[in-house]
């Protein structure tokens, strides 16, 4: 009886739904991905940092402060005055690593542009024409990606000079070798659709092919790959300060600031602790973005 | 009345494990202005490969001889940036699948007015108001905001018909339609075909139409030219094929369709398959499924013989 009572069925895809608040979207895409905003909510306080850095440190980084040690020449801890304590040569450590976002930032997001165009470039060119000339890029990146890339930066920065400049160019030149093959790979998927077919009858020359057609379609990888090259390049750029080879004391990073804290760890600990803590952060921040990123823009997931 | 495209002795092998085999062998055929040619036969009988190539499509490792002639240029000849400014824009080409041939990432307007620029020097601007009134001609109601939507908001025969309006936007010479309909529900089929017809009669356009639907050939086409494993087997007015047909695959594949009228009789099915690139028969390629096969098909292929006027087949059974 009751399943003849047809109510009439809602209809729910017949009228628009009403838009949503700007706000409740928000809101409920943050519950969704609370990893990506995460990720973005840290890079977002490391652009402030860097930006600001002139005004809200509370020092001078590279001045050095006589009660900034005590009289046995140890630096001294949390205070007022310093709030995260002083380094070896009795410098705020906040300030320094404000300043030190700056570097950070700064090699990471540069570099990652130039592996970027290098390895969209090379990967699209490979995979769209195939053949000899597939087989001369891909191993060259093989090659690439065959040293350690910290190794590799040290070794072109040690035939440049220790420099901002030559350790960006250097990570910026050596690290674009995954980015090249997924590129690669998406170009060879892409490649086959009729779309690019369709357009080859239209009269489009190949470059437009490569980067008016097909480069869109595959925007999605390359963008999260990058956000992760980030990160990446940031710990590079580390590496090689902390090894002397990149930013060259007293201009503050990370990097040389940890390598500064290991000789006096064992008296003041946070002299290691909070460059390090900032490192991880900022690499955590660009990796979360990069994952959040990554199943927002991957298309099974239907969740938006 | 000339002929607009004429395609002489075409020869397509393919490379397969460091062989070549050959996909189209020896076909000829020409389309005069303002006519529709039918190029009808099954999967794999070399009808798209005959289309891609006269697009110059095909990619490597792929050898092509003989002669594609464009209004008298051999098009087989023609440096590539020249064949980039005929493609689109001369000849151009509507293909199966209207689902994937419209890239997802451009909006509509975009992908129209890109051979307008590319070919027409139009600015952005005329481009736009020229595209605008080609979705109009194509049928495509509310055009101005169409022109601003992505491909997946528009239904298989939108997108089919926005396929037609980006083939036509330079008033090409020739249309080269890849099986147009295929992939469309059988109403839109209808309207698609009619479409086709009237923007070619509007703009004087030859139209090559591959297909393997006969319904598709008698409602469009003045001429047909049947395929066979790669060779032309018989090719005439729409008319006398229907009428009068001569090969015995031609035969079959009209017994094989369903009829409205008449007594209700089974339909009959060709025997056998399609022979693989690999595997060539000896003479006639259509002798092993043909009924009527002869000693000397199974020898050697025949040659074309003329039926009635410009009504050729290539059958032993017509040799005098």
């Given at each position: 009886m009751a399943a003849m009572q047809f109510e009439t069925p809602p209809a729910p895809a017949a009228a628009a739904p009403p838009a949503k608040p700007f706000t409740k979207k928000f809101w409920k895409s943050v519950r969704d991905f609370p990893m990506l905003y995460l990720g973005a909510l840290i890079i977002v306080l490391l652009i402030l940092a860097a930006v600001l850095a002139p005004v809200i440190s509370?020092?001078?980084?590279?001045t050095q402060f006589?009660?900034?040690?005590?009289?046995?020449g140890i630096p001294v801890g949390?205070?007022?005055?310093?709030p995260l304590g002083a380094d070896n040569l009795g410098r705020d450590i906040l300030s320094r690593v404000l300043y030190g976002a700056q570097v950070s930032l700064l090699v990471g997001v540069i570099s990652t542009v130039i592996n970027l165009v290098l390895g969209v470039l090379v990967g699209t060119v490979a995979g769209y024409f195939g053949g000899w000339v597939d087989n001369v890029l891909m191993r060259v990146t093989d090659i690439i990606l065959a040293f350690p890339l910290l190794l590799f930066a040290m070794a072109l920065v040690a035939v440049l000079g220790p420099s901002l400049w030559n350790v960006l160019f250097a990570i910026g030149v050596l690290g674009w070798g995954t980015m090249a093959r997924v590129v690669r790979g998406q170009v060879l998927a892409v490649k086959e659709f009729e779309y690019v077919q369709a357009e080859r009858a239209l009269g489009a020359s190949n470059t437009r092919i490569m980067f008016r057609v097909i480069l869109p379609n595959i925007i999605g990888p390359v963008i999260v790959l990058s956000t992760l090259n980030v990160g990446q390049n940031i710990l590079v750029e580390a590496g090689l300060s902390f090894l002397g080879i990149g930013i060259q004391p007293p201009t503050p990073s990370w990097g040389n600031m940890i390598e500064a804290g290991m000789q006096t760890y064992q008296v003041a600990p946070w002299t290691l602790w909070f460059p390090g803590l900032a490192l991880v952060i900022a690499v955590l921040g660009f990796n979360l973005l990069g994952d959040g990123l990554r199943d927002i823009l991957d298309p099974r997931n239907t969740q938006h | 009345m000339g002929n607009i495209l004429e395609v002489e002795n075409l020869n397509i092998q393919f490379r397969l494990d460091e062989k070549y085999y050959t996909a189209v062998q020896d076909v000829s055929f020409s389309i005069r202005e303002g006519e529709t040619l039918g190029l009808v036969g099954e999967s794999g009988c070399g009808k798209s490969v005959t289309s891609l190539s006269i697009m110059r499509l095909l990619q490597p490792p792929t050898q092509i001889s003989g002669q594609i002639r464009y209004k008298g240029k051999n098009l087989l000849d023609l440096p590539e940036k020249q064949m980039r400014s005929i493609r689109g824009n001369e000849i151009s080409m509507i293909f199966q699948e209207p689902m994937t041939s419209l890239?997802?990432?451009?909006?509509i307007g975009t992908q129209i007015s890109e051979s307008l620029i590319l070919h027409?020097?139009?600015?952005g601007k005329q481009a736009r108001q020229e595209t605008i009134r080609l979705l109009q001609s194509v049928g495509i109601p509310r055009p101005e905001q169409i022109v601003d939507e992505f491909p997946h908001q528009l239904s298989g025969g939108m997108r089919q018909r926005v396929m037609i309006a980006i083939a036509m936007a330079c008033k090409p010479q020739l249309l080269i339609a890849d099986e147009p309909t295929t992939a469309l529900d059988v109403t839109i089929q209808a309207q698609i075909l009619d479409l086709m017809r009237k923007v070619a009669r509007e703009n004087r356009t030859s139209i090559l139409l591959i297909t393997h639907d006969l319904g598709v050939v008698a409602e469009m086409c003045d001429r047909v030219a049947v395929m066979y494993a790669g060779r032309i087997v018989e090719e005439g007015p729409v008319r006398q094929i229907f009428r009068n047909p001569q090969h015995p695959y031609t035969q079959g594949l009209l017994a094989s369709l369903p009829k409205v009228d008449g007594p209700r009789t089974r339909l009959q099915p060709i025997e056998g398959n399609v022979p693989s690139l690999k595997n060539m028969p000896q003479g006639c390629r259509f002798a092993p499924r043909c009924r009527r096969a002869m000693d000397v098909c199974r020898q050697r292929d025949a040659d074309f013989h003329l039926v009635e006027d410009a009504h050729r087949v290539r059958c032993w059974l017509h040799a005098e």
């Open positions: 509370p020092h001078n980084p590279t006589s009660d900034g040690l005590t009289e046995s949390p205070s007022a005055k310093f | 890239n997802p990432v451009h909006r027409k020097d139009l600015s």
